[in-house]
Structures are given as structure tokens and as C-alpha cells.
């Protein structure tokens, strides 16, 4: 028969940390709020490049997701 283990004062987990879960849940919708953009700029551009014919349009659209991600990086930091 499996011995159960034994709990002491140093075994017990520490309380949870409900700001730290919470700054994790707002990273976690901010990062699927940004890709959902990016997504749809992907979607747009595709639809441009295939259907709609307009090559410069779809261009531009694919360029717009890196140069966004890159501004949402270099105005992050300046918080």
C-alpha cells in the first residue's frame, strides 16, 4: 500500500498570485487581439493578390504586417 505523503509547513504551496494571473490574461488577450489584425490583413491581402487582380494592394497589406508588429514593439517599450 502507497504511503501518503506527509505535508508540512514547507510543502504547502504558496497562495496564488491573482495579479500576476491577471497581467498574464491581459498579455494573452492583447497577443490575440494584435493576431486576429494580422489575420485579417493576411486574409485581405490574399483576396487582393488572387481575386481582385490588384498585386500592389496585397503588397502593401503583406508590408503592413511586419512594419505593425515592429511599431507595436518600439511603442511597447516606451511604456
Do not use: N
Not at 25 to 39: H, S
Not at 49 to 71: D, K, N, R, S
Request: with cysteine; charged share 15%; hydrophobic share 50%.
Amino acid at each position: 500500500m502507497a504511503k501518503k505523503p506527509s505535508t508540512t509547513a514547507d510543502e504547502i504551496p504558496p497562495a496564488m498570485d491573482y495579479a500576476q494571473h491577471e497581467g498574464t490574461y491581459r498579455g494573452f488577450l492583447r497577443m490575440t487581439k494584435y493576431t486576429m489584425v494580422a489575420l485579417l490583413l493576411l486574409v485581405l491581402a490574399l483576396y487582393c493578390f488572387i481575386e481582385a487582380g490588384q498585386p500592389i494592394i496585397g503588397t502593401l497589406l503583406l508590408l503592413a504586417i511586419p512594419v505593425g508588429a515592429v511599431g507595436l514593439v518600439v511603442m511597447g517599450s516606451r511604456r
